[in-house]
Structure formats: structure tokens, C-alpha cells
């Protein structure tokens, strides 16, 4: 079965610092990635995804995730944070012939400090 | 705006009670998701549909039950619910019709709290 682990429960960043969010997962078929961002009070809304192809893939609001499939990786990535970005992020995994059943990690707050 | 709509937002109810939360969607989507949030879990999925009358159980499923009469409605009971059930529900969409390699898209969420 899969897994996912983000192990950084809350990351504090000073404003316009770079950012990244650690996703590791495990599985024993290949796999679709994805990012989601929830805001408070919010559901989760889609940040970027990795279905095939570019091992980096990029959002509109500045953010991007490589897959590394040696080291089972999808960190998240922001060269200079904003006020704004301060969520939790969710890391995602669906398995190749999974029937949609998606596994997340247990989340990352980031905390954007002024 | 992905049509999903999650009633009712916010519930409290005492320990043993039935309770029931509903999925609406607009968007004639096959798959169809229960979600519940708990700090240090992230998202867990209790429930999923694929279809009318078609369901299976998530990792949590143990005291929850599904329905799915009607492709826009899914339906989350709670036979007789514990405080361990306190949490945000979540549903969830996906796009996908065949494949797996579709993002969902999620309502607002009900916090559901139980005495």
C-alpha cells in the first residue's frame, strides 16, 4: 500500500525567504503526485501536480515540485515566500491502476513570518 | 468553483446520536470522496464511491455508512456516533472517468463535534 510522509509538522519562514516542504512516499507501482494547499477554514485546493514527463512542474503562483523517483521525492519549493502563502500544505499520492484512492500525508504548516 | 457543496456546515450532537452529512455536486462526476481531518493526520479517507449504489470502504471506515442513491448525492452516516468521530468531514470530487490521474477537488468541509 502507499504511504506518504511529510516529516516537518510546521516550518516558520521570515518573508521572502525560500521555502521548501519535504514529501516522501512509498509504493510499490508507480505513482501520481500531487500538492494541495488549504487555507483556514477552507477544503483543499490543487497547487501542482506530476502525472508524467518535466520531473519539475511549476504552479502560477510561484511554487514547484520535482519528482525524484530514486529517492521517492516531491519537495515543494518557493525561491521567496509571501505573506500570503502561509497554509497547510498537503502532500498526495495515487497509485498507477489505484481507482482514485488517494493517500496524503499529514500536512506542513507554513508559517510566514513578516 | 468545482459545484460542491457540504451540508450542514457545522453540527454538534451527543454521543449515540444517528447523524448524517451530505455531498452535493453539480458536476455529474462519477467519483465521489469522504474525507475526515484530525491534526497529526492529515486527511483520511473513510469512504468512496464510484458510481450509483457503488461504494467501498476507506482506511477508516469502522462506524460510518455510505450512500448513493443519486450520481449528485453521496451521503456519510454516522450510526451512533462516539467523541472519537469529533472532526472536519470532508468530501471530495474527482474528474476522472476511467483513469486515476485526476485531482480532486473538495467542498468546504462540516465540523462535526460530539459530546
Known amino acids: 500500500a502507499q504511504s506518504v510522509t511529510q516529516l516537518d509538522s510546521q516550518v516558520p519562514v521570515f518573508e521572502e525567504a525560500p521555502v521548501e516542504l519535504r514529501c516522501n512516499y512509498s509504493s510499490s507501482v508507480s505513482v501520481y503526485l500531487f500538492w494541495y494547499v488549504q487555507y483556514p477554514n477552507q477544503g483543499l485546493q490543487l497547487l501542482l501536480k506530476y502525472l508524467s514527463g518535466s520531473t519539475l512542474v511549476e504552479s502560477i503562483n510561484g511554487f514547484e515540485a520535482e519528482f525524484n523517483k530514486s529517492q521517492t521525492s516531491f519537495h515543494l519549493r518557493k525561491p521567496s515566500v509571501h505573506i500570503s502563502d502561509t497554509a497547510e500544505y498537503f502532500c498526495?499520492?495515487?497509485?498507477?491502476?489505484?481507482?482514485?484512492?488517494?493517500?496524503f500525508g499529514t500536512g506542513t504548516k507554513l508559517q510566514v513570518i513578516p | 468553483d468545482a459545484g460542491i457543496t457540504q451540508s450542514p456546515r457545522h453540527k454538534v450532537t451527543e454521543t449515540g446520536t444517528p447523524v448524517t452529512l451530505r455531498c452535493h455536486q453539480t458536476e455529474n462526476h462519477r467519483y465521489m470522496y469522504w474525507y475526515r481531518q484530525d491534526p497529526g493526520h492529515g486527511l483520511r479517507l473513510i469512504h468512496y464511491s464510484y458510481g450509483v449504489k457503488d461504494t467501498d470502504k476507506g482506511e477508516v471506515s469502522d462506524g460510518y455508512s455510505v450512500s448513493r442513491s443519486k450520481t449528485e448525492d453521496f451521503l456519510l452516516t454516522l450510526e451512533s456516533a462516539t467523541s472519537s468521530q469529533t472532526s472536519v468531514y470532508f468530501c471530495a470530487i474527482s474528474e476522472s472517468r476511467t483513469g486515476d490521474n485526476s485531482p480532486l477537488h473538495f467542498g468546504n468541509g462540516t465540523r462535526l463535534t460530539v459530546t
Open positions: 498526495a499520492v495515487i497509485e498507477k491502476g489505484g481507482y482514485q484512492k488517494v493517500t
